[in-house]
């Protein structure tokens, strides 16, 4: 599989919409300018690794998601949790 800067940049310019943000608020809450935010949602640049954390963190996304646009089955995950909760719900009602 390879890295597509220019779905990297659709996903990074959906994920700044879907906030409300600019790209001028975005570039400034990311301490970067405002020609970087540009060509990074234009596909025309990249980030360092440091900024593609920073970016997960901000939008509460995986790296995964930014770079590759595959997404976490969080329902499946939630599923896992309740099950493994009533689980220890059942063990801790035996003791």
Known sequence: MDFNTEQYGKRLR????????TQEE???ALNISLDHMRKMEKGKRTCSID???EIAAFF???TDYLLTGKTVNRAADRTKI???????SEIAKSL
């Not at 959906?14 to 943000?21: D, P, S, Y």
């Not at 309740?82 to 220890?88: G, P």
Request: aromatic share 4%; glycine share 4%.
């Open 26 to 28: 975005l570039a400034e």
């Open 51 to 53: 900024l593609l954390v």
């Open 82 to 88: 309740l099950t493994i909760i009533a689980d220890l």
């Open 14 to 21: 959906e994920l700044r919409q879907l906030r409300g943000l």
């Open 60 to 62: 509460y996304v995986s």
